[in-house]
């Protein structure tokens, strides 16, 4: 089993910029591909980037491409998501999710553990 736990989440104005963590426990973090997703109010969950499980390949959504990145650090257990130049749309509350899987899934069904969340608000 392996639990996470997101933070970093908060209020910030258009064009800023947040960095949100996702610590793991249990299992071996090394073993798993992370996700990162959010879910806007009245949307669907929507994937945002994803890193293998050495981090030594990543993949964004086109909507966050060149604004986001995402990286972790297995010593730490820990996943990072950068966001920079924010945009109201970003609105949402973000998860993190884990895999056993060599590559990077996308889809919400194929991530087998979630974190609870982080609310990122983006607003003036």
């Known amino acids: 089993q392996v ?21 793991a426990s ?7 591909a992370m996700g990162w997703f959010r879910q806007a109010p009245g949307k669907e969950r929507e ?5 293998t499980r050495t ?18 650090d297995n010593a730490k257990k820990t996943v990072y998501l950068q966001m ?4 109201p749309e970003d609105t949402a509350v973000y998860y993190c999710a884990a895999d056993f899987s060599a590559y990077i899934p996308t889809g ?3 991530y087998d553990y979630w ?10």
Do not use: H, M, W
Not at 3 to 23: D, H, T, Y
Not at 47 to 51: E, I, K, L, T, Y
């Open 3 to 23: 639990q996470l736990v997101e933070s970093g989440g908060g209020l910030v104005q258009p064009g800023g910029s947040l960095r949100l963590s996702c610590a």
């Open 84 to 87: 920079n130049s924010l945009k």
């Open 108 to 110: 919400i069904y194929e």
């Open 115 to 124: 974190g609870q969340g982080t609310q990122v608000t983006v607003s003036s």
């Open 47 to 51: 994937f945002v980037a994803g890193v």
């Open 26 to 32: 249990g299992g071996t973090f090394g073993n798993y």
């Open 55 to 72: 981090g030594g390949r990543t993949y964004s959504a086109d909507s966050v491409k060149g604004r986001f990145t995402i990286s972790r």
